[in-house]
């Protein structure tokens, strides 16, 4: 082979190895690019008042709307303060915390209520359950259909977090410290669509231990709370 051929040869030997250098290094720039930063998902814990109850202690406007976003759809909530001070005030500082989204519908009695307010988050529970708030006295407001209210024990000053949305007419809890805060203004259908079939099934006092993987594996059709928002 003359000298000639063999200098041809090694040129382009060498434009080909060049051209699969480049073809390589464009083949790891498409195939892996830059790792992007590593995502935080939210915590329970990302507002400080979620394990702070005493942070959220702002005083809620006379006449406030909140929009629950649920699993069957859409609420909106109308509360008015002057029904029950505490409990408006309480309510609006859950909902700006967060405190709702995720959270169960555990209880619902048919013809009786929708109750819910037990956080999926049990280190949250355990700063909230002891976190209760002064009974208010009636205002003239009845525990009629569509109502909201907080749940409470026998005993006066034990409203926490838990409310129910009342099916029927339960003035009978009138002069019980059960003091209605707010009413359901528009998508009342969405109550009459909540999976009833659990009843009472779920453990109260596991909901707050365990939170929503208690709820998630034992009562896997329970509606939920997505997000609850205030709302023009």
């Not at 790792?35 to 005083?59: G, I, V």
């Not at 609420?75 to 609006?92: C, H, K």
């Not at 409310?163 to 707010?182: A, C, K, M, V």
Request: aromatic share 10%; charged share 15%.
């Amino acid at each position: 082979m003359n000298k000639y051929l063999l200098s041809l040869l090694a040129v382009t030997a060498a434009v080909v190895l060049a051209a699969c250098d480049k073809k390589t290094e464009a083949e790891q720039q498409t195939s892996a690019p830059a790792a992007a930063p590593a995502q935080t998902m939210p915590t329970a814990a990302a507002n400080p008042a979620l394990l702070s109850p005493e942070l959220a202690n702002e005083k809620a406007p006379e006449v406030f709307k909140v929009k629950l976003a649920t699993t069957k759809g859409d609420m909106i909530l109308e509360v008015t303060r002057a029904w029950s001070p505490n409990g408006a005030d309480r309510f609006y500082n859950l909902v700006k915390i967060g405190y709702y989204d995720d959270t169960a519908f555990f209880r619902i009695v048919n013809g009786f209520m929708a109750q819910i307010g037990i956080h999926g988050d049990p280190a949250v529970n355990a700063k909230w359950h002891p976190a209760t708030i002064q009974d208010d006295p009636s205002a003239g407001q009845t525990n009629k259909p569509g109502y909201v209210t907080f749940a409470k024990t026998g005993a006066p000053n034990s409203r926490t977090t838990q409310f129910f949305i009342n099916y029927g007419n339960n003035s009978f809890l009138d002069n019980q410290g059960f003091t209605p805060f707010g009413k359901v203004v528009d998508g009342s259908p969405v109550l009459g669509a909540l999976n009833l079939e659990y009843g009472e099934s779920p453990d109260q006092g596991a909901i707050q231990s365990q939170g929503n993987a208690y709820l998630k594996s034992s009562f896997p059709r329970l509606d939920y709370i997505k997000t609850a928002r205030i709302v023009p």
